[in-house]
C-alpha cells in the first residue's frame, strides 16, 4: 500500500458532504475551506451574503465544491429552514460542524433576559436542533461526524465569561450526549476547544494589546491562535481515522490550558 492510499483511507473526505454553520469568517472558514480541500462538498451556513459569496467564490476557484445558505440561526424556524436549504445543495450531510457562535458577554450583574435568550438560541440551541435534524439519518447511514468549536469558557471563568461560558460548557455536555445516542450507530461527536484565535468574534480583547501579548505567554508555544490552526484537527475527527474517538473536548490552544 502506498502512502498516499494510506493517508487517503485515514483522512480523505472524498464523497463526503459537510455542512459548516460560521463557515465564512475565522475558525469556521479555515475548517471549511480545510474539509474542501480534504475532498469534501461543504455547504457554508450564515448571516452576511458577502462573506458567503466570498468564500465559496474562492473555495470553487480552488477546484472544490461549494455551496452557501444564508440564515438567522437565531429563532428555530430561520434554523429549521437553514437546515432543510443546506441539504438540498449536495443532499444530507455526512459530517456537521457548529461554529456559528454570538460573543454577548457582559458582567453578570448587567445581564440581562435578552442576552442570555440570544446567547443560548445561537450557541447552543441551533447546535441542538442541526444535531436533531442531521443526526438520525447519519446514524441510519452508518457514518457521521458531528463537531462543536466551544471555547476556554466551557471550563474556566475569565474574562466576563457570563452567558457565554454557560453556553459553550453546555454544548459540550450537548457533545457528549448526542455521542452517547449515536456513536454504537457509527456517528462520533467531538468539540474542538480553541485558546485565544485572532477572530472577528474576538475583536474586543484583540483590540488591547497588553491583554493580547498577555494571553500569548500564557501558551506554551508562545503565540496566540489562528484560524488556520484548527484545519488539521478538523480534517481528523470529520474522517474516517477518528472512528474510535467521541465524546470528546479536545484543545487546539497551543497549550494555554496546561500552562
Given at each position: 500500500?502506498?502512502?498516499?492510499?494510506?493517508?487517503?483511507?485515514?483522512?480523505?473526505?472524498?464523497?463526503?458532504?459537510?455542512?459548516?454553520?460560521?463557515?465564512?469568517?475565522?475558525?469556521?472558514?479555515?475548517?471549511?475551506?480545510?474539509?474542501?480541500?480534504?475532498?469534501?462538498?461543504?455547504?457554508?451556513?450564515?448571516?452576511?451574503?458577502?462573506?458567503?459569496?466570498?468564500?465559496?467564490?474562492?473555495?470553487?476557484?480552488?477546484?472544490?465544491?461549494?455551496?452557501?445558505?444564508?440564515?438567522?440561526?437565531?429563532?428555530?424556524?430561520?434554523?429549521?429552514?437553514?437546515?432543510?436549504?443546506?441539504?438540498?445543495?449536495?443532499?444530507?450531510?455526512?459530517?456537521?460542524?457548529?461554529?456559528?457562535?454570538?460573543?454577548?458577554?457582559?458582567?453578570?450583574?448587567?445581564l440581562v433576559d435578552e442576552v442570555w435568550d440570544t446567547t443560548m438560541a445561537v450557541n447552543l440551541e441551533a447546535p441542538f436542533l442541526l444535531g436533531q435534524r442531521f443526526g438520525p439519518g447519519m446514524a441510519e447511514?452508518?457514518?457521521?461526524?458531528?463537531?462543536?468549536?466551544?471555547?476556554?469558557?466551557?471550563?474556566?471563568?475569565?474574562?466576563?465569561?457570563?452567558?457565554?461560558?454557560?453556553?459553550?460548557?453546555?454544548?459540550?455536555?450537548?457533545?457528549?450526549?448526542?455521542?452517547?445516542?449515536?456513536?454504537?450507530?457509527?456517528?462520533?461527536?467531538?468539540?474542538?476547544?480553541?485558546?485565544?484565535?485572532?477572530?472577528?468574534?474576538?475583536?474586543?480583547?484583540?483590540?488591547?494589546?497588553?491583554?493580547?501579548?498577555?494571553?500569548?505567554?500564557?501558551?506554551?508555544?508562545?503565540?496566540?491562535?489562528?484560524?488556520?490552526?484548527?484545519?488539521?484537527?478538523?480534517?481528523?475527527?470529520?474522517?474516517?481515522?477518528?472512528?474510535?474517538?467521541?465524546g470528546q473536548a479536545i484543545f487546539v490552544d497551543g497549550g494555554f490550558s496546561v500552562h
Amino acid at each position: 500500500m502506498t502512502s498516499h492510499t494510506y493517508l487517503s483511507e485515514l483522512f480523505s473526505l472524498d464523497g463526503r458532504t459537510a455542512v459548516v454553520t460560521g463557515g465564512s469568517s475565522g475558525i469556521g472558514r479555515a475548517i471549511a475551506e480545510a474539509l474542501a480541500r480534504a475532498g469534501a462538498n461543504v455547504v457554508i451556513v450564515a448571516r452576511k451574503e458577502a462573506e458567503l459569496t466570498a468564500t465559496v467564490d474562492e473555495l470553487t476557484a480552488a477546484g472544490c465544491r461549494a455551496g452557501w445558505v444564508s440564515a438567522d440561526l437565531g429563532t428555530r424556524d430561520g434554523v429549521r429552514a437553514a437546515a432543510d436549504e443546506a441539504a438540498a445543495v449536495f443532499g444530507e450531510p455526512d459530517i456537521l460542524v457548529n461554529s456559528a457562535g454570538i460573543n454577548l458577554r457582559p458582567p453578570m450583574s448587567d445581564l440581562v433576559d435578552e442576552v442570555w435568550d440570544t446567547t443560548m438560541a445561537v450557541n447552543l440551541e441551533a447546535p441542538f436542533l442541526l444535531g436533531q435534524r442531521f443526526g438520525p439519518g447519519m446514524a441510519e447511514r452508518g457514518f457521521g461526524r458531528i463537531i462543536h468549536i466551544t471555547s476556554q469558557q466551557a471550563h474556566r471563568a475569565f474574562v466576563q465569561s457570563g452567558a457565554y461560558g454557560v453556553s459553550k460548557g453546555a454544548l459540550e455536555a450537548l457533545a457528549r450526549s448526542q455521542a452517547e445516542a449515536w456513536s454504537p450507530h457509527g456517528v462520533t461527536c467531538n468539540t474542538l476547544v480553541p485558546g485565544f484565535v485572532m477572530t472577528p468574534l474576538n475583536a474586543r480583547l484583540a483590540s488591547d494589546p497588553d491583554k493580547v501579548e498577555a494571553l500569548a505567554a500564557r501558551t506554551m508555544v508562545g503565540r496566540n491562535g489562528l484560524a488556520e490552526d484548527f484545519a488539521g484537527a478538523a480534517v481528523f475527527l470529520a474522517g474516517r481515522g477518528s472512528a474510535y474517538v467521541t465524546g470528546q473536548a479536545i484543545f487546539v490552544d497551543g497549550g494555554f490550558s496546561v500552562h
